[in-house]
């Protein structure tokens, strides 16, 4: 069967590299898509760097050059349909969409954001975790709303949170999970084989984990404690 190659259009505000990792499984033939462009609000982003790097079309829209974001969206939007967008990618864009915006890609948009939602959303959600003594993190792709991260969800990946993690450390960490999942998200939305229905995303003919538990610190046996005396 031929493959079907979805156009996507890339927003970013800093470093880039869920980009990256996009385009590296474009490039390995595992990302059955094309990015047409690359917008950043920050024109000074390394994100464009990468793009032009690999030949792919950048636009800044800088947003004070705009008298309102809803101006600065509509320049975008007008961007990606000229470059016949069909899923925008949210890969490290720090400013939130306006209803204009959403209406011009109803289900269209999807995010990555650091934390495992709806716990912590916003920014330096990484911080926000380590402070509260969570055990467990990690990152979620999904659907844009008109919430602040508050979009169906698509995928989840969990890491582990250490007594010593920082911000920077546990960021990292989370990180890699990113790379993973995020372009994975991209697949299946280029397969047509995500469905939303209410706050649920379907996986058609999904594998699941099935029924395991994760435990942070792990649990221990022995007399007194959880598990079996041996």
Known sequence: MKRRIITLGVLVSGNGSNLQAIIDRIEARTLDARIAVVISNDPGAFALERAARRGIPVVKVPSGAYPSREAADA?????LNECGVELVVLAGFMRLLSEAFL??????????????LPAFPGVHSQQQAADYGVKFSGCTVHFVDQGVDTGPIIVQAVVPVEEADTEATLGARILEEEHRIFPQAIQWYAEGRLRVEGRKVLLEAGRTCGRVALHQPALEAGPGAFGKEE
């Open 75 to 79: 320049a975008m939007v007008e961007v």
């Open 103 to 116: 209406r011009a890609f109803p289900m269209r948009i999807i995010n990555i954001h650091p934390a495992l």
